[in-house]
């Protein structure tokens, strides 16, 4: 069975990081695409990172380009997203998703999805 799991999410003040995990179970991710989304309360779900099976290559929503930054490591079959310099207006449910065809930050694009993990930027 296809899974994937997200950590890593918590209570961080203004200007605090925190890494995010995806790990996945039941199939290997080198093969996959990987996306980050986040949903917060009355919102729709945002597009934040994705990183290619490929070549590795990244995106980044311009709302935390220069502060996240997405990696995969496929000796763990998981991918993180390590957020920097957060802000109130990051405060939202986290999920991560797989594909096997080319990253994107359009949540259609993603047949396999996380729980989610809640992260919350607040003094």
């Known amino acids: 069975q296809l899974q994937l799991v997200e950590s890593g999410g918590g209570l961080v003040q203004p200007g605090g990081s925190l890494r995010l995990s995806c790990a996945a179970s039941?199939?290997?991710?080198?093969?996959?695409?990987i996306g980050w989304f986040r949903q917060a309360p009355g919102k729709e779900r945002e597009g934040v990172s994705c990183?290619?099976?490929?070549?590795?290559?990244?995106y980044y929503a311009d709302s935390v380009k220069g502060r996240f930054t997405i990696s995969r490591d496929n000796a763990k079959n998981t991918v993180y997203l390590q957020m920097n310099s957060l802000k109130p207006e990051d405060t939202a449910v986290y999920y991560c998703?797989?594909?096997?065809?080319?990253?994107?930050?359009?949540?259609?694009?993603?047949?396999?999805w996380g729980q989610g993990t809640q992260v919350t930027v607040s003094s």
């Open positions: 998703a797989a594909d096997r065809g080319p990253p994107g930050i359009i949540a259609s694009m993603y047949d396999y």
């Open positions: 039941g199939f290997t991710l080198d093969y996959y695409a």
């Open positions: 990183i290619s099976s490929s070549d590795g290559s990244t």
